[in-house]
């Protein structure tokens, strides 16, 4: 049973537009919930982290927000930029399980000129 | 700099042998892991490690196996190479103790096994 869920395998937006990506979690135990990016024949590169005494992050062009009730997080990027274009990955930790990380399935971001 | 890195990036082997894939991080995190990943599957958890001389099973461990003689290195050893565990493995390493900023990744080794 997936505890993380991406459920859009890909999303296509128009450069200088906003993305969203989804996620969603089933453990309400989980207490950080963090982004990863990733290029093709790269590791995963840390993106941005919320905890789940929050509700939203903010770095830079990029925003998490995160919805306890509905277990549900999302990842905003303004402008989008064609360097963004990389499959994100979402993941939840707990620490009861020593935050070792559970990881959704992957969203591929494509960023269109 | 600080980094972590992965050797072989690449390897063709036949199913049976032994093979060992290293990683290496001068970040002296106590945390190490290692993650397979396959397509719609994320990555998934092998083995990890806390700390010299400990070693744990992740969600995926058959097959494989993991020793940690030092801080800096974690090998990954697939005991008998089958043609399921053609993947992309990654190495990855945290500090204990910072949830928020997470793991720091390796560049991946792509296995194949024939």
């Known amino acids: 049973d997936q505890q993380v869920k991406q459920n859009s395998p890909s999303l296509s937006v128009q450069e200088g537009r906003i993305s969203i990506l989804n996620c969603d979690y089933t453990?309400?135990?989980?207490?950080?919930f963090l982004w990863y990016k990733k290029y093709p024949a790269e590791g995963p590169t840390f993106l941005i982290s919320?905890?789940?005494i929050k509700d939203k992050n903010e770095d830079g062009r990029f925003t998490v927000f995160l919805n306890k009730s509905a277990k549900h997080l999302s990842l905003h990027i303004v402008p989008s930029q064609p360097g963004d274009s990389a499959v994100y990955f979402c993941?939840?930790?707990?620490?009861?399980?020593?935050?070792?990380?559970?990881w959704g399935a992957g969203t591929k971001l494509i960023i269109k000129p | 700099d600080a980094e972590i890195t992965q050797s072989p990036r690449h390897k063709i082997t036949e199913t049976g042998r032994q093979v060992t894939l290293a990683c290496h991080q001068t970040?002296?995190?106590?945390?190490m892991f290692w993650y397979r990943q396959d397509l719609g599957h994320g990555l998934r958890l092998i083995h990890y490690?806390?700390?010299?001389?400990?070693?744990n099973k992740g969600e995926v461990s058959d097959g494989y196996s993991v020793s940690r003689s030092n801080t800096e290195d974690l090998p990954l050893t697939l005991e008998s190479a089958a043609s399921s565990q053609t993947s992309v493995y990654f190495c990855?390493?945290?500090?204990?103790?910072?949830?928020?900023?997470?793991?720091?990744f390796g560049p991946g080794t792509r296995l194949t096994v024939l």
């Open positions: 919320i905890s789940s």
């Open positions: 990855a390493s945290s500090d204990s103790g910072t949830p928020r900023r997470g793991q720091f």
């Open positions: 993941a939840a930790s707990a620490r009861d399980s020593n935050y070792q990380l559970i």
């Open positions: 490690s806390y700390g010299v001389q400990d070693t």
């Open positions: 970040w002296n995190h106590n945390n």
């Open positions: 453990n309400s135990m989980f207490d950080y």
